[in-house]
């Protein structure tokens, strides 16, 4: 799945289309001197001992990796199957880890092409077409918590340059 949901420019590959090396079932034509971008790639699935089984891209049509600061856990679902994350056992699994996380000042991120829902605990929220600007987070306190709310700015934002 990871050699259909991603951009490679180096390719060049666009999103959501099938990378023209990548013998579906049999795994990349060109592995050996394939982009720096593949090389780097983790997929979460085999990283964490821990993610279950049903997590396998090629069952769930969904790539679970981090971003690059560790903060969000960025959830790539195939845009063909745009609503399988709210199917079980996923949904039960990343409102968990969305519990476990925000403990932490952590989250969870479901991507649908440029389309993006945060996962919370108490509550998804629909981003909308995020694309390639930033998400920000604020947080304040209520007598029940932590309480998140989101910004979708653009990256020239002032704003930006404290974080996500």
């Known amino acids: 799945m990871c050699c259909k949901l991603f951009e490679i420019p180096a390719i060049p590959k666009a999103e959501n289309v099938w990378c023209p090396n990548c013998a579906i079932g049999a795994g990349c034509a060109i592995y050996d001197s394939r982009p720096q971008a593949c090389r780097d790639f983790f997929c979460h699935y085999r990283l964490d001992a821990a993610v279950p089984e049903h997590w396998k891209p090629s069952r769930s049509h969904i790539v679970l990796r981090s971003d690059a600061s560790g903060v969000r856990i960025l959830v790539h679902v195939d845009h063909q199957r745009p609503h399988i994350w709210r199917e079980m056992?996923?949904?039960?699994?990343?409102?968990?880890?969305?519990?476990?996380?925000?403990?932490?000042?952590?989250?969870?991120?479901?991507?649908?092409?440029?389309?993006v829902v945060v996962i919370l605990p108490d509550r998804d929220v629909d981003l909308g077409d995020v694309g390639n600007?930033?998400?920000?987070?604020?947080?304040?306190w209520s007598p029940q918590g932590p309480k998140l709310e989101f910004e979708v700015v653009e990256r020239d934002d002032p704003r930006a340059a404290r974080g996500p």
Do not use: E, F, S
């Open 89 to 115: 056992p996923y949904y039960r699994d990343l409102k968990a880890w969305a519990a476990n996380r925000i403990q932490a000042d952590k989250q969870v991120h479901v991507r649908i092409g440029p389309r």
């Open 133 to 140: 600007r930033l998400i920000l987070t604020r947080k304040t």
